[in-house]
Protein backbone atom coordinates (compact mmCIF):
# COMPACT_ATOMS: atom_id res chain seq x y z
CA UNK A 1 0.00 0.00 0.00
CA UNK A 2 1.65 3.38 -1.19
CA UNK A 3 2.09 5.79 1.95
CA UNK A 4 0.97 9.30 1.45
CA UNK A 5 3.56 12.07 1.21
CA UNK A 6 4.60 14.46 3.46
CA UNK A 7 3.35 17.47 1.21
CA UNK A 8 -0.02 15.33 0.35
CA UNK A 9 -0.36 15.22 4.33
CA UNK A 10 0.10 18.75 4.81
CA UNK A 11 -2.13 19.74 2.30
CA UNK A 12 -5.02 17.63 3.55
CA UNK A 13 -4.44 19.45 6.61
CA UNK A 14 -4.96 22.68 5.58
CA UNK A 15 -7.84 21.60 3.30
CA UNK A 16 -9.72 20.43 6.45
CA UNK A 17 -8.59 23.09 8.39
CA UNK A 18 -9.18 25.70 5.90
CA UNK A 19 -12.97 23.75 5.49
CA UNK A 20 -13.89 23.75 9.40
CA UNK A 21 -13.34 27.93 9.31
CA UNK A 22 -14.68 28.11 6.86
CA UNK A 23 -17.72 26.82 8.10
CA UNK A 24 -17.21 28.58 11.62
CA UNK A 25 -16.83 32.07 9.96
CA UNK A 26 -20.06 30.94 8.14
CA UNK A 27 -22.20 29.92 10.89
CA UNK A 28 -21.11 33.61 12.87
CA UNK A 29 -21.63 35.44 9.78
CA UNK A 30 -25.07 33.68 9.70
CA UNK A 31 -25.43 34.84 13.46
CA UNK A 32 -24.67 38.38 12.75
CA UNK A 33 -27.54 39.08 9.68
CA UNK A 34 -30.06 36.92 11.55
CA UNK A 35 -29.69 39.34 14.82
CA UNK A 36 -29.20 42.85 12.53
CA UNK A 37 -25.69 43.26 14.09
CA UNK A 38 -24.55 47.06 13.27
CA UNK A 39 -20.64 47.22 12.59
CA UNK A 40 -20.66 50.35 13.77
CA UNK A 41 -22.47 50.19 17.59
CA UNK A 42 -20.39 46.81 17.67
CA UNK A 43 -17.07 48.81 17.08
CA UNK A 44 -18.69 51.50 19.91
CA UNK A 45 -19.42 48.58 22.45
CA UNK A 46 -15.46 47.96 22.46
CA UNK A 47 -14.36 51.04 23.59
CA UNK A 48 -14.09 51.78 27.17
CA UNK A 49 -13.38 47.82 27.84
CA UNK A 50 -11.91 47.28 31.77
CA UNK A 51 -8.72 44.76 30.67
CA UNK A 52 -8.55 43.84 34.46
CA UNK A 53 -11.70 41.44 34.24
CA UNK A 54 -10.17 40.03 31.14
CA UNK A 55 -6.76 39.38 32.34
CA UNK A 56 -8.31 37.64 35.51
CA UNK A 57 -10.65 35.65 32.79
CA UNK A 58 -7.20 34.41 31.10
CA UNK A 59 -5.93 33.40 34.48
CA UNK A 60 -8.75 31.22 34.82
CA UNK A 61 -8.71 29.37 31.45
CA UNK A 62 -5.50 27.99 32.62
CA UNK A 63 -7.64 26.81 36.00
CA UNK A 64 -9.74 25.75 33.56
CA UNK A 65 -7.40 23.71 31.73
CA UNK A 66 -6.06 22.35 35.39
CA UNK A 67 -9.73 20.85 36.14
CA UNK A 68 -9.88 19.00 32.87
CA UNK A 69 -6.65 17.68 33.44
CA UNK A 70 -7.92 16.21 36.83
CA UNK A 71 -10.60 14.74 34.88
CA UNK A 72 -9.03 13.30 32.24
CA UNK A 73 -5.90 12.30 34.43
CA UNK A 74 -8.55 10.13 36.84
CA UNK A 75 -9.72 8.46 33.89
CA UNK A 76 -6.89 7.84 32.71
CA UNK A 77 -5.04 6.72 35.57
CA UNK A 78 -5.94 2.96 35.33
CA UNK A 79 -4.33 2.79 31.89
CA UNK A 80 -1.16 4.82 32.62
CA UNK A 81 0.83 5.68 35.02
CA UNK A 82 1.50 9.23 34.39
CA UNK A 83 1.96 12.09 36.77
CA UNK A 84 -0.47 14.96 37.20
CA UNK A 85 1.47 17.51 35.62
CA UNK A 86 2.68 15.06 32.73
CA UNK A 87 -1.70 15.19 32.58
CA UNK A 88 -1.88 18.62 32.43
CA UNK A 89 1.23 19.14 29.68
CA UNK A 90 -0.27 16.33 27.40
CA UNK A 91 -3.17 18.70 27.72
CA UNK A 92 -2.16 21.93 26.77
CA UNK A 93 -0.79 20.05 24.00
CA UNK A 94 -3.72 18.73 22.68
CA UNK A 95 -5.31 22.35 23.12
CA UNK A 96 -2.86 23.75 21.14
CA UNK A 97 -3.46 21.57 18.51
CA UNK A 98 -7.08 22.04 18.88
CA UNK A 99 -6.85 25.32 17.75
CA UNK A 100 -5.50 24.27 14.63
CA UNK A 101 -7.15 21.10 13.61
CA UNK A 102 -10.89 20.69 12.75
CA UNK A 103 -12.95 18.89 15.08
CA UNK A 104 -11.21 18.60 18.09
CA UNK A 105 -8.21 16.95 16.47
CA UNK A 106 -5.75 17.93 18.78
CA UNK A 107 -7.45 15.35 21.64
CA UNK A 108 -6.95 12.11 19.05
CA UNK A 109 -3.48 13.75 18.35
CA UNK A 110 -2.83 13.26 22.33
CA UNK A 111 -3.95 9.55 22.21
CA UNK A 112 -1.43 9.11 18.95
CA UNK A 113 1.31 10.96 21.25
CA UNK A 114 0.53 8.59 24.33
CA UNK A 115 0.39 6.17 22.52
CA UNK A 116 3.57 5.82 20.54
CA UNK A 117 5.12 7.08 24.29
CA UNK A 118 3.89 4.23 26.27
CA UNK A 119 3.92 1.62 23.66
CA UNK A 120 0.17 0.65 24.33
CA UNK A 121 -3.01 1.05 21.96
CA UNK A 122 -3.88 3.29 20.29
CA UNK A 123 -7.66 1.83 20.80
CA UNK A 124 -7.40 1.62 24.15
CA UNK A 125 -6.46 5.05 25.13
CA UNK A 126 -9.39 6.00 22.59
CA UNK A 127 -11.66 4.56 24.79
CA UNK A 128 -10.32 5.93 27.68
CA UNK A 129 -10.83 9.10 26.16
CA UNK A 130 -14.26 8.92 25.05
CA UNK A 131 -14.93 7.66 28.55
CA UNK A 132 -13.57 11.12 29.39
CA UNK A 133 -15.56 12.97 27.13
CA UNK A 134 -18.55 11.42 27.94
CA UNK A 135 -17.70 12.08 31.52
CA UNK A 136 -17.17 15.86 30.73
CA UNK A 137 -21.15 15.85 29.17
CA UNK A 138 -22.30 14.52 32.41
CA UNK A 139 -20.26 17.00 34.20
CA UNK A 140 -22.73 19.46 32.29
CA UNK A 141 -25.96 17.61 33.58
CA UNK A 142 -24.40 17.63 37.30
CA UNK A 143 -23.76 21.29 37.20
CA UNK A 144 -27.20 22.44 36.01
CA UNK A 145 -29.21 22.15 39.33
CA UNK A 146 -26.73 23.68 41.19
CA UNK A 147 -26.80 26.30 38.99
CA UNK A 148 -30.49 26.71 39.07
CA UNK A 149 -30.26 27.69 42.40
CA UNK A 150 -29.17 30.81 41.10
CA UNK A 151 -32.19 31.62 38.80
CA UNK A 152 -34.55 30.41 36.75
CA UNK A 153 -33.31 28.62 33.53
CA UNK A 154 -34.59 29.84 29.94
CA UNK A 155 -37.14 27.35 28.27
CA UNK A 156 -34.22 26.34 25.82
CA UNK A 157 -31.95 25.32 28.15
CA UNK A 158 -33.91 22.34 29.92
CA UNK A 159 -34.67 21.43 25.78
CA UNK A 160 -30.56 21.49 26.10
CA UNK A 161 -30.78 19.26 29.34
CA UNK A 162 -33.06 16.91 27.77
CA UNK A 163 -30.81 16.30 24.48
CA UNK A 164 -27.99 16.32 26.45
CA UNK A 165 -29.09 14.38 29.19
CA UNK A 166 -30.02 11.38 26.48
CA UNK A 167 -27.08 12.21 24.61
CA UNK A 168 -25.05 11.20 28.50
CA UNK A 169 -27.16 8.26 28.84
CA UNK A 170 -27.34 6.77 25.34
CA UNK A 171 -23.22 6.80 25.04
CA UNK A 172 -22.80 5.57 28.52
CA UNK A 173 -25.00 2.81 27.95
CA UNK A 174 -22.89 1.81 25.03
CA UNK A 175 -19.34 2.27 26.85
CA UNK A 176 -21.58 -0.02 29.74
CA UNK A 177 -22.30 -3.17 27.21
CA UNK A 178 -19.16 -2.90 25.41
CA UNK A 179 -17.11 -2.68 28.67
CA UNK A 180 -18.93 -5.43 30.10
CA UNK A 181 -17.52 -7.69 28.03
CA UNK A 182 -21.12 -8.85 26.91
CA UNK A 183 -19.99 -8.51 23.34
CA UNK A 184 -16.57 -10.72 22.78
CA UNK A 185 -16.01 -13.20 20.48
CA UNK A 186 -12.56 -14.62 18.67
CA UNK A 187 -13.54 -13.01 15.62
CA UNK A 188 -14.28 -9.40 17.23
CA UNK A 189 -11.57 -7.32 15.53
CA UNK A 190 -8.25 -6.45 17.27
CA UNK A 191 -9.23 -2.75 17.40
CA UNK A 192 -12.52 -3.56 18.86
CA UNK A 193 -11.35 -5.25 21.34
CA UNK A 194 -8.96 -2.84 22.27
CA UNK A 195 -11.36 -0.02 22.47
CA UNK A 196 -13.53 -2.41 24.48
CA UNK A 197 -10.75 -2.89 26.87
CA UNK A 198 -10.27 0.82 27.41
CA UNK A 199 -13.91 1.18 28.29
CA UNK A 200 -13.87 -1.31 30.68
CA UNK A 201 -10.29 -0.15 32.38
CA UNK A 202 -12.08 2.18 34.70
CA UNK A 203 -14.33 0.73 37.54
CA UNK A 204 -17.75 1.89 38.31
CA UNK A 205 -17.21 2.96 41.67
CA UNK A 206 -13.81 5.55 40.05
CA UNK A 207 -16.08 6.83 37.10
CA UNK A 208 -18.88 7.25 39.86
CA UNK A 209 -16.49 9.31 41.86
CA UNK A 210 -15.36 11.22 38.50
CA UNK A 211 -19.16 12.15 37.59
CA UNK A 212 -19.99 13.56 41.22
CA UNK A 213 -17.05 15.11 42.29
CA UNK A 214 -14.62 16.31 39.42
CA UNK A 215 -17.04 16.30 36.30
CA UNK A 216 -18.47 19.25 37.01
CA UNK A 217 -16.30 21.16 38.67
CA UNK A 218 -14.96 23.03 35.15
CA UNK A 219 -18.63 23.58 34.13
CA UNK A 220 -18.96 25.79 37.17
CA UNK A 221 -15.66 26.90 37.36
CA UNK A 222 -15.99 28.35 34.04
CA UNK A 223 -19.93 29.70 34.84
CA UNK A 224 -18.42 32.23 37.12
CA UNK A 225 -15.14 33.16 34.76
CA UNK A 226 -17.64 33.99 32.23
CA UNK A 227 -19.89 36.05 34.97
CA UNK A 228 -16.83 38.08 36.19
CA UNK A 229 -15.34 38.67 32.65
CA UNK A 230 -18.43 40.42 32.28
CA UNK A 231 -17.46 42.97 34.06
CA UNK A 232 -15.09 44.13 31.11
CA UNK A 233 -17.68 45.47 28.85
CA UNK A 234 -20.14 46.46 32.43
CA UNK A 235 -22.29 43.55 32.00
CA UNK A 236 -23.83 42.14 35.08
CA UNK A 237 -24.29 38.32 33.93
CA UNK A 238 -26.14 36.33 36.59
CA UNK A 239 -24.93 32.80 37.11
CA UNK A 240 -27.50 31.46 35.00
CA UNK A 241 -27.28 34.00 31.94
CA UNK A 242 -23.13 32.72 32.04
CA UNK A 243 -24.29 29.10 32.37
CA UNK A 244 -26.39 29.39 29.35
CA UNK A 245 -24.02 31.00 27.41
CA UNK A 246 -21.76 28.47 28.47
CA UNK A 247 -24.01 25.60 26.94
CA UNK A 248 -24.59 27.41 23.84
CA UNK A 249 -20.86 27.76 22.41
CA UNK A 250 -19.98 24.20 23.62
CA UNK A 251 -23.29 22.69 21.39
CA UNK A 252 -22.31 25.51 18.51
CA UNK A 253 -18.72 23.56 18.98
CA UNK A 254 -20.45 20.86 16.78
CA UNK A 255 -19.61 23.15 13.94
CA UNK A 256 -15.64 21.18 13.21
CA UNK A 257 -13.96 24.94 13.10
CA UNK A 258 -10.25 24.89 14.43
CA UNK A 259 -10.21 26.77 17.86
CA UNK A 260 -14.27 26.43 17.50
CA UNK A 261 -13.81 30.24 15.54
CA UNK A 262 -16.81 31.57 14.38
CA UNK A 263 -19.01 28.77 15.91
CA UNK A 264 -18.25 29.85 19.21
CA UNK A 265 -18.82 33.40 19.22
CA UNK A 266 -22.27 32.82 17.25
CA UNK A 267 -23.36 30.16 19.99
CA UNK A 268 -22.53 32.28 22.60
CA UNK A 269 -24.07 35.60 21.33
CA UNK A 270 -27.42 34.05 20.68
CA UNK A 271 -28.17 32.60 24.06
CA UNK A 272 -26.75 36.08 25.71
CA UNK A 273 -29.29 37.98 22.99
CA UNK A 274 -32.10 35.59 24.32
CA UNK A 275 -30.76 36.47 27.58
CA UNK A 276 -31.25 40.02 27.04
CA UNK A 277 -28.03 41.27 26.56
CA UNK A 278 -27.57 44.38 24.23
CA UNK A 279 -26.53 42.10 20.56
CA UNK A 280 -23.67 44.04 19.82
CA UNK A 281 -22.47 44.39 23.52
CA UNK A 282 -22.81 40.48 23.70
CA UNK A 283 -21.47 39.52 20.54
CA UNK A 284 -18.01 41.60 21.88
CA UNK A 285 -17.66 40.28 24.82
CA UNK A 286 -17.94 36.94 23.78
CA UNK A 287 -15.40 37.91 20.85
CA UNK A 288 -12.76 39.21 23.97
CA UNK A 289 -13.80 36.29 25.90
CA UNK A 290 -13.18 33.17 23.27
CA UNK A 291 -9.52 35.58 23.18
CA UNK A 292 -9.04 34.86 26.80
CA UNK A 293 -9.92 31.27 26.44
CA UNK A 294 -7.59 30.23 23.63
CA UNK A 295 -4.74 32.57 24.21
CA UNK A 296 -3.42 30.99 27.09
CA UNK A 297 -3.82 27.48 26.26
CA UNK A 298 -2.08 27.91 22.89
CA UNK A 299 0.46 29.86 24.14
CA UNK A 300 1.40 27.03 26.97
CA UNK A 301 0.76 23.92 24.83
CA UNK A 302 3.98 25.86 21.90
CA UNK A 303 6.02 26.11 25.54
CA UNK A 304 5.14 22.95 26.07
CA UNK A 305 6.37 21.62 22.49
CA UNK A 306 9.57 24.36 22.47
CA UNK A 307 11.05 22.77 25.83
CA UNK A 308 10.54 19.20 25.64
CA UNK A 309 10.74 18.70 22.52
CA UNK A 310 9.64 14.73 21.54
CA UNK A 311 8.26 13.92 18.49
CA UNK A 312 5.39 13.42 18.22
CA UNK A 313 4.66 11.05 15.21
CA UNK A 314 7.70 9.26 14.77
CA UNK A 315 10.97 10.05 13.30
CA UNK A 316 9.78 12.28 10.38
CA UNK A 317 8.14 14.44 13.20
CA UNK A 318 8.67 18.12 14.03
CA UNK A 319 8.92 18.48 17.70
CA UNK A 320 10.69 16.94 20.12
CA UNK A 321 10.52 15.30 23.61
CA UNK A 322 12.98 14.43 26.23
CA UNK A 323 10.72 13.82 29.10
CA UNK A 324 11.06 9.64 30.50
CA UNK A 325 8.37 7.33 28.62
CA UNK A 326 5.66 6.81 30.89
CA UNK A 327 4.86 3.60 33.38
CA UNK A 328 2.14 1.35 32.38
CA UNK A 329 -0.26 0.21 34.41
CA UNK A 330 -1.92 -3.10 34.69
CA UNK A 331 -2.75 -5.22 31.66
CA UNK A 332 -2.18 -2.08 29.81
CA UNK A 333 1.48 -3.82 28.67
CA UNK A 334 3.04 -2.83 24.88
CA UNK A 335 1.45 -4.56 22.41
CA UNK A 336 2.80 -6.27 18.41
CA UNK A 337 -0.58 -4.71 17.02
CA UNK A 338 -1.32 -1.20 18.76
CA UNK A 339 -4.35 -0.97 16.88
Known sequence: MRQETPAVSVARFRTRALAG???????????????????????????????????????????????????????MRPLLDLSYGQAYRAMMVGFFFNVLLPARGGDLLRVQYLGKRAGVSRAKLLGTEIVDFWSDKWGWVAAFPVICLFGTPPPWLFRALLLIGFAVLSVGAVIAVMGSGLWRGSRTPRFVQNLRDGFAVNHWKRLLAVETLIAPLPWLWETMVIALAGQALGLDLSPMQAFAALTAFNVATAVPSPGNAGSFEAGGTLALVAAGIDKEAALAFIFLYHLTQVAPGFVGGLLVLALEGEQLFGRGGVFRLRTPDLALNGPAVPEPDPG
Open 21 to 75: LCAGLLVACAAVAYLGISKRDLIASLHGVVPGPLFLAAAGALVLLGLQSLRWWVV
